[in-house]
């Protein structure tokens, strides 16, 4: 039999400057809640679902959420560190205000795609095979951070930061690259389909 929602997790409309700990919420789903200042700390809400939620300037640290569905919901200057997001698809969230950032995460299989997420840092996190098809970087950072497979089509990587990014594959011709910042060590990925080397 297939696991019930559970309902009675967050009960209140808006929660301000709470913090959740060790809190399990596996296949939930939660609709309308309003979390303002709220940090969530060494919680499983894998599969869960937040319905047209909103997230205020909140902190996830250590957190399972992968596959968490975050439909509709407002991520606006949300924090995730140490966290696993494997296959969240970022591009269901609202688009206004929508602000992130990620240090020690694997976003592994998510998406970001169409997604307007200028200045955003991704550090030291796996995003192996994640889509930025058509997303707006402009000013992002992607510091010691692995891109094996991640799709950038159609994306504005204007002033993009990879200096210390490793194993991307980039399009010049499909992308914008306008004052983006490359290490040698990470021209290949650039050339990629020419079939150039760089040695």
Known sequence: MPKPYLYAMFTQPVYDDKTFEKIELTDGLTRHVEFQSCTF???DLSNSAFIRCKFLECTFEECNLSMVNFEGSTL??????????LAVNFSKCEDFLFGVSF???IL??????????????FSRSSLKEVSFSQTNLTGSVFEECDLLETVFNRTDLTSVNF?????????????????A???????????????????
């Open 108 to 121: 592994d299989y998510a998406s970001f795609a169409g997604k307007k997420m200028v200045k955003t840092k």
């Open 76 to 85: 606006n200057d949300a924090r995730f560190k140490g966290s696993k997001l």
């Open 163 to 179: 200096t210390t990014a490793y194993n991307y594959i980039l399009d010049p011709e499909l992308n914008v690259l306008k004052k």
């Open 181 to 199: 910042i490359f290490a040698v060590s990470g021209l290949e990925g650039l050339l990629t389909k020419y079939g150039i080397k760089v040695v």
């Open 103 to 105: 240090e020690g995460c």
């Open 41 to 43: 700390r060494n919680s």
